[in-house]
Every structure is written in C-alpha cells, then in structure tokens.
C-alpha cells in the first residue's frame, strides 16, 4: 500500500489500543510495516486482542497489486516458535501461490 494511502488511513482511524500490545505510534507502525514488506507476511503478536495470535499473506492478482489476504489465527500458547515464524507462513504462502496462479486466468 503506498505511504500516501497508509498515512490517509491512520489519520482517519488513528491507532486505538486494543490490548498491551497495540502499536499505537506512527513510527513503529511504518518500520514494523517496512519489515512486513521484506519479509512477506505479518504477524499479530496479540495486538489485536490478548492471547490471539495471527499470521497474513497478501494475494496478488495477474498485475502485482493486492486483492485480497490470506491469514490463520490461533491460541497465543499454539501459535509460536517454529509455528509462528515458519510453518504458518509458508503453508498460507503456498495457499496463495494457488489462489494467485487460478486469478492470472482471468
């Protein structure tokens, strides 16, 4: 999403706190979104809410943009280590890599 869109969003909804974790300052939000971006997919940390954890993937249609998202949530005690920083990632990854083959069809 380019910055421009990022920055009209934050100033229209801003950053409210929805648990310990919420990042509520711009500047962490850009840098944990420039992270995003390299490393290809999110993670929830229980920002959203205590003991929810989740892991998102863009889907790309036939031109590069974003037209959708992928994600899995689970327990904050299930979704760790290897889980969180691996095994989720790359399985909704290869979901996406079959949702994205199926819309450059079209």
Do not use: F, W
């Not at 971006?37 to 929810?52: F, I, K, P, T």
């Not at 889907?59 to 005690?77: E, F, H, I, K, Q």
């Amino acid at each position: 999403m380019p910055e421009r869109r990022v920055e009209s969003i934050l100033d229209q909804h801003g950053l409210p706190k929805r648990s310990e974790n919420t990042i509520t300052d711009r500047e962490t939000l850009r840098s944990e979104l420039a992270e995003i971006r390299d490393r290809g997919y999110s993670e929830d940390n229980e920002e959203y809410g205590q003991g929810l954890r989740c892991v998102g993937v863009p889907v790309l249609n036939g031109d590069d943009a974003v037209v959708g998202a992928l994600s899995a949530s689970g327990p904050a005690t299930e979704v760790v280590g290897e889980r969180l920083a691996t095994e989720l990632p790359r399985r909704l990854k290869r979901v996406r890599n079959r949702i994205e083959l199926n819309l450059r069809d079209y």
